[in-house]
């Protein structure tokens, strides 16, 4: 397994240097302006290179996920939308379009739905019926849209999903499906590859940004485990327990744009309300809100897993995510933000 993990994470070293020269090239570069305040051009070549390292790693070890042709279709058809988007700032319509069609392809191709919230009403199970058709193609929004919106500083993006794929390789792991624990390993591995060129390991000179198409790619991702881990036969833990998994995404996303729709305000238009921008303006510097950040995701992904393991009742989990819901509503709570920027989610502006 070692020697598989490595072999990812240097090919994913090289394709990242191999990106970030073309990305110059080309100029698929982020540029600063009044929201983004980075110095330089920087290369969004981060997705890039995730993507084509987890091609490789299907081709070379097909077995570990399953339908992965579907799965490999369906990211490369994000990839291209995302670097498109990220050079040409393409309309609304498009984005929507390729998201609805990836949501079609998984469901028709691959079999793959949310087709069951398990038992958070009780001792009935809560079957979706018809409305998977609808439920589904929202998630795939949902989940590409809420880690998209959690990168905004240096670091965030790669650590907030790399504690979501290690949790889900330990609930993999305990339910016997190593196969998928090893895939979910293998993309922290080539996230640990873009990490230390996002935070400039290598030096300032050699920074790279995820863009886009690596957002999106990851929120894909995401979701594709966790329907394999929540749904059908081979289920290895409740539906609710993904919540856990994802909170910090997922809770920043639906806090952001409720408080935007009470404000009146498209939910893709922001002031700087998401939580990295409120740490930092409590105090905090870049790298004590990434670590403040991601110390809240792993408790939460704890409480999960324990959770899980401990098979405590659905509701109960339910409720006591919704009440930590309530607090993250509550902590981001700075109504006195109201400068408008592009939040650059996948889908609208």
Known sequence: MLYQLSVIFVLAVAWVLIARRAALTVGLVDKPNARKQHLGHIPL?????????????????????????????????????????????????????????IALAM????????????????HQEVMLGYGALLLTPLAVWGAINAYNMVDGIDGQLGALSCVTFVALAIVFGLGGREDLALWCLGLIAALAAYLLFNLSLFGARNKIFMGDAGSMVIGFSVLWLVLLATQGPQAVMRPVTALWLIAIPLMDMVTVMVRRLLRRQSPFKAGRDHLHHILMRRGLNARQTLAMSTMLAVTLACVGICSEVLQLQESLMLVAFLFCFCGYFAMLREPRQATVFSDNPTVGR
């Open 107 to 122: 469901m028709l191709a691959a079999g793959m739905q949310l087709s069951s919230l398990g038992y958070v009403w009780g």
């Open 45 to 101: 070549v981060g997705g890039i290179a995730v993507y084509l390292t987890l091609m490789l790693m299907t081709l070379w070890q097909p077995a570990w996920l399953p339908d992965s042709t579907v799965y490999l279709l369906c990211i490369t058809a994000l990839v291209v939308l995302g670097v498109l988007d990220d050079r040409f700032d393409l309309p609304v319509a498009p984005r929507v379009m390729v998201q609805g069609g």
